[in-house]
Structure formats: C-alpha cells, structure tokens
C-alpha cells in the first residue's frame, strides 16, 4: 500500500489516549513509507495523525472543500494540500488517491465516510482494505450494529467481514497489507452472472 487515507475527528476528544492513537498512526505510516491522505485540517485527531506523520519525515497529502479554507483549520505545512468544491468531491479525491482506509474515533463525518467506504467496498466499487482503530472500545457499537444487521437478514455474513478492526495501529496496518478482498455475492453479482 503506498496510500492510505484516515478518517478522524476535527476534534480530539475527551481522552488523551485518542490523540496518542493517532499520533502513534501517524508514526507508523511515516515509518512504513506509507502517505497519509487525509481531510487537511490541523485541528483535532486530523491534526495529530497528520503532525506525527510529517514529524516522521512522511508524505501528507490534505483534501479540503475551498468553504472550509478558514485561517486555523487549514494545515499549512502538508507534502500537498487539494482544494475541492465540496464534500462530495472531497471524499471522491480521498478514495480515488487511496490504497486503503483508516477510521478513527471522530463524529458523524467520520462516520459517514467509513460508512459510505464499507457500502461502496460491499457493492464491488472498490476492493481496498478498511480498518477501525477501536481505541478504548469506541468503535464497539459499530460493530454491534453490523453484526446486529447481518443477525437481522439486512447483508450476508460474509459482507459484515470486510472491515478489520485493531486497537494497535501498528497491528492494523500489518493486517491491511495482507488483506484478500473476499469474494461477496450480491444481488448485483447474481445479476450479472444471469446475462
């Protein structure tokens, strides 16, 4: 992988073991060789995973919608900083410059971004790796609910195991680099196999 793309809160939360987490990411993709493609702002956990990766002599590439280039939020020391129109060509930039993906704990954009990148890997868009650094158990009722949705008949067992999850970065990414997109069947894959 020579990309991977993190998804983090804007602000750092209430434990310092959160901001430790991403610090301690952002070290380890720098060590790896690994560039961190990431949101652009400098504040919160987006902040300390980018700051500890530039600080590792790693490549820091920003995406950041032009409405949101106000003073502080902006980093301005990346390897490269992309200016976008919107959201929507924010997280499009982000998957498309990207080998694989990274969710720290964060609050709804995060959410949203590791979500729509779990739906679009489950639909066959993309086969790249997604992780969620569980710091401190935060990501426990995600993986309740995924699996409280795969109990309930909503996806296959199988389309529920496309995320890893570690509470070690480190231990994260060495899982990514040897993941093996399962083969998922869907209602789109049958459909195609007919014609």
Not at 42 to 68: F, H, Q, Y
Request: hydrophobic residues 40%; proline residues 5%.
């Amino acid at each position: 992988m020579e990309r991977i793309c993190v998804y983090a809160g804007s602000n750092p939360g209430h434990k310092p073991l959160y901001r430790e987490a991403a610090r301690e990411l952002g070290k380890c993709l720098a060590m790896r060789g690994i560039e961190l493609v990431y949101g652009g702002s400098r504040l919160g956990l987006m902040g300390a995973v980018a700051e500890a990766a530039l600080a590792g002599s790693g490549r820091v590439i920003g995406v950041m919608p032009t409405a949101l280039f106000r003073g502080e939020m902006v980093h301005q020391s990346l390897t490269q900083l992309i200016e976008v129109a919107d959201m929507h060509e924010r997280k499009a930039k982000m998957m498309e410059l990207s080998d694989g993906f990274i969710a720290l704990p964060g609050g709804y954009g995060t959410l949203e971004e590791v979500f729509e990148v779990l739906s679009w890997g489950q639909l066959g868009i993309h086969k790249k790796p997604i992780g969620l650094l569980n710091i401190d158990g935060y990501y426990e009722p995600v993986l309740d609910m995924i699996q409280k949705a795969v109990s309930e008949g909503f996806f296959p067992k199988d389309h529920g195991q496309i995320v890893i999850c570690e509470s070690e970065p480190a231990r994260l990414l060495a899982l990514m680099e040897q993941y093996q997109p399962p083969a998922l069947q869907t209602k789109w894959t049958e459909l195609a196999e007919r014609k």
